[in-house]
Nanobody
């Protein structure tokens, strides 16, 4: 079992920044890739970013490339999502997820544990 707890969401104006954190416990954190997904009201959950088990490789959705940065601290069993230049269309519930594999996958079926989500709201 893996427990994932997100934090850092909130309300921010367009152009602002937020940093999400996801603290993991249970499975050996450094053995698996981690990812962030989001779901806006009335829309399907979508991939945001992923990072490989050692943090050497990352992958981003086109919509956030150049604005968001995923990172991890294996000593703290925590993964982060730094979000800059936020836009109203970034408004969603953001979920942290632990992958079954070591590499930075974008398909949600490759993730077997999910956090409860944290709300990010970007006002225009």
């Amino acid at each position: 079992q893996v427990q994932l707890v997100e934090s850092g969401g909130g309300l921010v104006q367009a152009g602002g920044s937020l940093r999400l954190s996801c603290a993991a416990s249970g499975r050996t954190f450094s053995s698996n890739a981690m990812g962030w997904f989001r779901q806006a009201p009335g829309k399907q959950r979508e991939f945001v970013a992923a990072i490989s088990w050692l943090g050497s490789s990352t992958r981003y959705a086109d919509a956030v490339k150049g604005r968001f940065t995923i990172s991890r601290d294996n000593a703290k069993s925590t993964v982060y999502l730094q979000m800059n230049r936020l836009k109203p269309e970034d408004t969603a519930v953001y979920y942290c997820a632990a992958a079954r594999v070591k590499w930075e996958v974008s398909v949600d079926g490759e993730y077997d544990y999910w956090g409860q989500g944290t709300q990010v709201t970007v006002s225009s």
